[in-house]
């Protein structure tokens, strides 16, 4: 299985500030990565998909990087909204692993 | 719009079944997997399988195979998702999502809005 490890696992931040989240995989994924945003009670929502594309109707401010191993979500101005966890996820190959999570909480 | 809508909140008592739905709307059924996905209290996502709508072939992840079933009926666009014989660790939101797949890349858009089962005596 692929494993999936976020950093930082909690950020404090405050609005405004640029935020940045990392995701590494086991093994080479190419651009097969998701980020998800879960706010508490709620289920999760597609953020971008394929590494770097942004899903119809989220914000220009979210965004995303990488490739192999390597990946990142970007937040360049957090807004009060912003303030969820956040997970990603390897569609490489079965089972479609989740990384623990990052949750991101005001200042 | 496209949508999924789960079943309501479930207790149940150990070794009891529980039965999930997961009911479509806003687009054709059999043209989209449905994926599970378990959300333990206070914890992160674990990917459980999917269900081909098109055959209904499930696949499973280890670790969910045996007491875990997922099932269809296309003719009411509906998923379903039975555990079998419940233990207190079965305690958990369950999410059913729709997969979207186009050229080989794939992400799970929308998801329900979740069931809360209970294991408790």
């Known amino acids: 299985d692929i494993q999936m490890t976020q950093s930082p696992s909690y950020l404090s931040a405050s609005v405004g500030d640029r935020v940045t989240i990392s995701c590494r995989a086991s093994q080479k994924i190419s651009s097969y990565l998701n980020w998800y945003q879960q706010k508490p009670g709620k289920a999760p929502k597609i953020l971008i998909y394929t590494t770097s594309s942004l899903q119809s109707g989220v914000p220009s401010r979210f965004s995303g990087g990488g490739s192999g191993t390597d990946f990142t979500l970007t937040i360049s101005s957090l807004q009060p909204e912003d303030f969820a966890t956040y997970y990603c996820?390897?569609?490489?190959?079965?089972?479609?692993?989740f990384g623990q999570g990052t949750k991101v909480e005001i200042k | 719009q496209v949508q999924l809508v789960q079943s309501g909140s479930e207790l149940k008592k150990p070794g009891a079944s529980v039965t999930v739905s997961c009911k479509a709307s806003?687009?054709?059924?059999?043209?989209?997997?449905i994926n599970w996905v378990r959300q333990a209290p206070g914890q992160g996502l674990e990917w459980m399988g999917w269900i081909n709508t098109n055959t209904g072939n499930p696949t499973y992840a280890q670790g969910f195979t045996g007491r875990f079933v997922f099932s269809l009926d296309t003719s009411l666009s509906t998923a379903y998702l039975q555990i079998n014989t419940l233990k207190a660790e079965d305690t958990a939101v369950y999410y059913c999502a729709r997969a979207i797949v186009t050229t080989g890349y794939n992400w799970f858009d929308p998801w329900g809005q979740g069931t809360l089962v209970t294991v408790s005596s």
């Open positions: 996820q390897q569609s490489y190959s079965a089972p479609r692993t």
């Open positions: 806003g687009y054709t059924f059999t043209t989209y997997a």
